[in-house]
């Protein structure tokens, strides 16, 4: 008789959710200073961009750091698991905070040096 395989599952973490909002951010962070200068297509396509690039550069240095706590932290005891757990959590928070100030400055600059 065949056993079925057991497979980890794929649950979404909080982490996971938390690098979501920091891919969202900058981009609707950007086009809503852009819409709110009054820009026209090109100022929104750069802004959108612009946004874009940033989001998915935050987002890998993110899951790279993530990443390389979580493999050094899988060995040690379960207080040191968790202190890294909160650790990546806190990390988490500062990137949304970098995140939402970058979208800001993206689009400050594209508002104020791209023509109507």
């Given at each position: 008789m065949v056993q079925p395989v057991s497979r980890p599952s794929k649950q979404v973490g909080l982490i996971?959710?938390?690098?979501?909002v920091i891919l969202i951010i900058p981009?609707?962070?950007?086009?809503?200073?852009?819409?709110?200068?009054?820009?026209?297509i090109l100022?929104?396509?750069t802004a959108g961009t612009l946004g874009l690039v940033l989001s998915f550069l935050m987002t890998w240095a993110s899951w790279k750091v993530g990443k390389s706590l979580y493999i050094r932290g899988k060995e040690r005891p379960e207080r040191v698991r968790n202190i890294t757990g909160?650790?990546?959590?806190?990390?988490?928070?500062?990137?949304i905070f970098v995140a939402l100030v970058g979208g800001v400055k993206v689009g400050r600059l594209v508002a104020d040096h791209i023509a109507h």
């Open positions: 996971d959710l938390l690098s979501l981009v609707s962070s950007a086009i809503s200073i852009v819409r709110h200068s009054g820009g026209g100022r929104y396509l909160f650790a990546l959590f806190a990390f988490q928070l500062f990137w």
